[in-house]
């Protein structure tokens, strides 16, 4: 469909039998991070570039203030970071980033310096952006609320540390979260295990999908000192293989 059409992105990248590569008419499928809805995959126009400049907790060119302008504008927004100085680098939060209620990517493996996780057994992707709380605790890092019903996210290859629950997924549609760190040792930075769940899922929305990890050992999550769980799926979530799959994951 033609833009502004509700079958933009809005597609699952989990189905039976995996994703065709191709729609009706022969065009690549998806073109974008999620596929169309429908039988005619649209070329998209060109994802509004974020680009995370340094790992303050807020302000001009920080993670926060991706998130806030990402927020604000309707189309897909990639998240960049192109901070300077050797990996890692770590982003002291006051408190947690903006609820996101819009849809983005937001890519860790963006920062120079990055390396993916190549064995087979193990984790040794070198991962450039860590979140941490800048004093004690904090209940989360990242939440899509459960009033995000047409919200994808993408989240790549960040570390996470010292949060009760990194990632909260109360809503959304299309999620996928591959290549991060929750816990262990990430560049010599301790990054202490979640207080209760890495990473909690209530649910998503109808004809949605949730993908956490995948066969390709760089698409591995690694979950380290979690309290109660790495991964916790709620009742309220479609947990079904076409719409919740994980895999690969350590």
């Known amino acids: 469909g033609a833009s502004p ?31 169309d809805l429908g039988a005619y995959e649209s070329t998209p126009p060109v994802p509004t570039q974020i680009v995370v400049l340094n790992s303050n907790d807020s302000g001009p060119d920080s993670l926060r203030a991706a998130i806030l302008a990402a927020n604000s504008n309707p189309d897909t927004n990639d998240i960049l970071f192109n901070i300077p100085g050797a990996c890692p680098h770590t982003i002291a939060l006051a408190s947690p980033l903006p609820d996101i209620t819009t849809s983005m990517t937001i890519y860790g493996f963006s920062q120079p310096g990055w390396v993916a996780n190549s064995s087979a057994a193990g984790f040794n992707a070198t991962l450039c952006v860590l979140l941490k709380p800048a004093t004690g605790t904090l209940g989360y890092a990242i939440k899509v609320p459960s009033s995000a019903t047409t919200a994808n996210l993408f989240l790549s ?58 066969s390709d050992p760089a698409a591995r999550n690694m979950v380290g000192g979690a309290q109660q769980a790495g991964i916790n799926i709620q009742s309220a979530g479609q947990t079904d293989p076409q719409h919740c799959q994980m895999g690969g994951n350590l």
Not at 9 to 26: A, K, M, N, R, Y
């Open 157 to 214: 290859s960040l570390g996470f540390g010292g949060f009760g629950q990194p990632l909260v997924l109360l809503g959304g549609k299309n999620t996928v979260i591959l290549g991060n760190q929750f816990g262990g040792t990430a560049g010599g930075v301790a990054l202490p295990g979640a207080g209760l769940y890495a990473m909690s899922v209530a649910g998503f929305s109808a004809g949605g999908s949730l993908l956490i990890g995948g």
């Open 5 to 35: 059409s509700p079958a933009i992105d809005q597609g699952f990248l989990v189905v039976p039998f995996g994703l065709p590569s191709t729609d009706i008419v022969g065009a690549q499928r998806a073109q974008a991070v999620f596929p």
